[in-house]
């Protein structure tokens, strides 16, 4: 089968494709976001680790128009994009697949794939990605018919990355694609994120809590707390962190075994 390329936009002047400069944003009088810089170069992943509360999601919200922030600023390959609406954000080539998937339940695969290009009309280019959709998820175009609802935890998640890819994003963010699957179907997915990237030039921001999946795929990360973040760096670096392979690892020096938790918090600061 002839393997199409998606056309991946891109901006030759600028290595730097997304950056976040000091993000503050509330839910009501809570504030989620304390100040958040990151930067996102064209053809990386980037991972952002953090348990539940850090404010990952608030982070997605925020670059992709449905959360706006209070303070801060959302730089896309230099254009101020803070502010606009999610709709516009699809057209400049930002692509959001949430966590939990929301794919539309009672619609065909197809169908859900086709809403991936609703705003795009040439048609002939479409069919193209298609292919390329399924030349990394073959089993979607086996389910073409199939309501969405009906298919597995893994199949839901790859018809959600791949209604994605279908708007021929620049970048795509992903809110925790590992989320309720066996690990198994994680090593595949990431497997498949991993190919996209290297071949179709896909840069991705992933959120994510399965720290060592996010660390093995990912160029660079950033880890938040609070709505802050407290650490960042290559993710070769950081799976040399003490504090990443404790906290977020596993990893125990021995002489910690016997001391309870409470004893040797975590101190990012």
Do not use: C
């Amino acid at each position: 089968m002839l393997r199409h390329t998606l056309v991946v936009r891109k901006n030759i002047n600028s290595s730097s494709l997304l950056e976040t400069k000091n993000l503050e944003s509330y839910y009501g009088p809570i504030m989620a976001l304390k100040g958040v810089s990151l930067t996102v170069k064209q053809g990386e992943i980037v991972t952002v680790l953090g348990a539940n509360g850090a404010g990952k999601t608030t982070l997605l919200k925020n670059i992709s128009g449905v959360m706006v922030p209070e303070k801060g600023d959302i730089l896309h390959f230099r254009d101020n994009i803070e502010g606009f609406d999610t709709d516009k954000l699809v057209l400049k080539g930002i692509s959001h697949v949430p966590e939990g998937r929301e794919i539309f339940p009672l619609l065909s695969v197809e169908q859900n794939l086709f809403l991936g290009a609703f705003t795009r009309n040439n048609n002939p280019e479409i069919s193209k990605d298609l292919d390329v959709v399924f030349s990394y998820f073959p089993i979607l175009e086996s389910r073409l018919t199939q309501q969405a609802n009906t298919l597995s935890g893994g199949e839901q998640q790859m018809l959600a990355i791949g209604r994605g890819l279908m708007s021929r994003p620049s970048i795509m963010l992903l809110d925790e694609p590992s989320l309720g699957l066996s690990p198994i179907l994680v090593k595949e997915i990431f497997t498949i994120l991993k190919k996209l990237n290297k071949e179709q030039n896909l840069t991705i921001l992933l959120v994510e809590q399965n720290a060592k999946a996010a660390l093995d795929l990912a160029d660079y990360g950033y880890v938040m707390e609070l709505g802050r973040v407290v650490m960042d760096g290559k993710t070769n670096d950081l799976k040399s962190s003490k504090d990443i392979q404790e906290f977020y690892l596993g990893a125990k020096e021995e002489s910690q075994l016997t001391q309870r938790r409470w004893k040797n918090r975590k101190t990012w600061r």
